[in-house]
């Protein structure tokens, strides 16, 4: 029925990554998040497909925030033919360009190199977007503040509300045929040192929850754990390399290898950045004060700690320099960009240790090294693994299964649906259990794909 209040799931359905979902009603259309693929390779090979409706159609798209599974099919959108507005918060904006630039940059130099060394099946290998095809986005963005309504069409009228993720992040109201949509974007900690706890939500009558850590409980002591960790790898004078999204986990950990710097805590070994991106997003912090806890003079002193690579040629100089350090660099889960230089390094010795920080997606090779494989895949060939791999839990900038039901528990009614997505299936089906355990709500996990009508 044309009239009918739809959703379908274009990505973040049964998976972690590609945030999409497509709102229709009465002909009308409007795009929640439009993110990337990331992780298995099956997943990765439908960032290159259109999406199967006239995206010239639409009459906006919502970001929640500006990580690049949310944000970052944008310029494919863009070369599809949208040329309407994309609403977000300002901080948001500001994330998702740099983020939207790195990721043109990492693909044109994965590119690049593929045909350097003639390891891609596709001759030449492409990227997936360029850099001028990322900066055509820009035009686009509107920037909205937290909770005023914001009116898009006759059909859908929506607020961003403050979830605390990471900075600018948001979940989103929406409301369209008489209901409230809730789409709950990436939920954020109770307790964070950068960022505000996550508001609730008080009332919908559709809820959209995520689920990353739907099955799981952080431990609430990450920094006697990440302490403990780089003692005992400076002990071995090697270098620790930390695959880190630069918005995501970085600034956090620029925080705490401060801080435990400053009261002594750890050893005073060098840390670089590897990415100009990681050291812009705290200089963004400084714009948007109210938007996080961090003191100028704190955000200042981390800024001084810090020492940035920016140049390839740097990070091949950096990674030849056997003197032990710490390097954060991207991406977070090792599924590209500058961190395999490192790994190309240190991955065989002995007295190196690669430290995971944040969520490793089914997959990538993250999640594989902490499985204890001996032996990856990088850059068309394997590499053996001697290095330790091991990983702080409880530096994540998502909520546990304790917050998300949390953040569920502010409802004034129960929602006429609920749909748990941006999560794998383990951690889906453990939230919809807890979910009918705690409120009895009765929950869907929905397909990727998938088309639900909302109203009768
Ligand atoms: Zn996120």
Redesign the pocket.
């Known amino acids: 029925m044309k009239n009918n209040l739809k959703v379908q799931f274009f990505g973040a359905a049964s998976t972690v990554t590609g945030s999409k979902y497509l709102v229709e009603y009465s002909g009308n259309k409007l795009l929640i998040d439009c993110g990337l693929f990331q992780g298995l390779k099956e997943l990765r090979l439908l960032n290159w497909q259109s999406l199967p409706f006239d995206v010239s159609s639409l009459d906006g798209v919502v970001l929640s ?1 500006g ?1 690049l ?2 944000v970052g099919y944008l310029p494919l959108l863009v070369k599809q033919g949208f040329k309407g507005t994309i609403f977000a918060t300002e901080p948001t904006i500001e994330i998702a360009r740099l983020i939207l630039l790195d990721s043109a940059k990492i693909q044109e130099e994965d590119a690049e190199r593929a045909n350097r060394f003639g390891y891609s099946k596709h001759s030449p290998a492409k990227p997936l977007y360029t850099t001028a095809e990322a900066e055509a986005v820009f035009p686009l963005f509107q920037s909205e503040p937290l909770d005023k309504w914001i009116r898009v069409s006759d059909a859908f009228t929506f607020r961003f509300r403050y979830n605390g ?2 900075l600018g ?1 948001t979940f989103i109201e929406l409301k369209a045929a008489g209901k409230l949509m809730v789409f709950s ?2 939920i954020g900690r109770q307790e964070d040192p950068l960022l505000f706890p996550t508001h609730r939500p008080e009332s919908a009558d559709i809820l959209f929850i995520e689920s990353t850590y739907g099955g799981r409980l952080h431990p609430s002591n990450p920094e006697v754990q990440l302490s403990t960790i780089i003692r005992e790898a400076a002990s071995k004078h090697g270098t620790i390399i930390v695959p880190v999204f630069a918005v ?1 986990r970085a600034q956090l950990l620029m925080f705490y290898l401060w801080k435990l710097k400053q009261e002594g805590l750890i050893p005073d070994l060098p840390v670089y950045m590897d990415s100009p991106m990681g050291k812009s997003v705290l200089q963004i912090f400084s714009k948007y004060h109210p938007w996080h806890k961090l003191a100028p003079r704190e955000l200042k002193a981390i800024l001084r700690e810090i020492k940035v690579v920016s140049k390839q040629q740097e990070t091949l100089q950096l990674a030849a320099n056997e003197t032990p350090k710490i390097i954060l660099a991207a991406s977070g889960m090792a599924t590209g960009g500058r961190v395999l230089t490192y790994f190309e390094h240190y991955l065989g010795q002995k007295s190196a240790t690669i430290l995971m920080v944040g969520y490793q997606g089914e997959g990538t090779r993250g999640r594989a090294l902490l499985e204890g494989t001996r032996e990856i895949k990088m850059r068309g060939k394997y590499w053996t693994v001697n290095a330790t791999c091991t990983q702080v839990e409880g530096l994540s ?2 909520a546990d299964q304790n917050e998300l039901i949390q953040w569920a528990g502010g409802l004034d009614k129960k929602p006429e649906k609920i749909f748990i997505v941006h999560g794998e299936p383990e951690g889906a089906l453990a939230l919809k259990d807890k979910l009918k355990e705690v409120y009895d709500y009765d929950s869907i996990i929905p397909e990727l794909n998938s088309v639900y009508e909302l109203t009768e």
């Open positions: 925030h990580h599974d949310h993720h990471i992040a974007g990436d995501e900038a998502h």
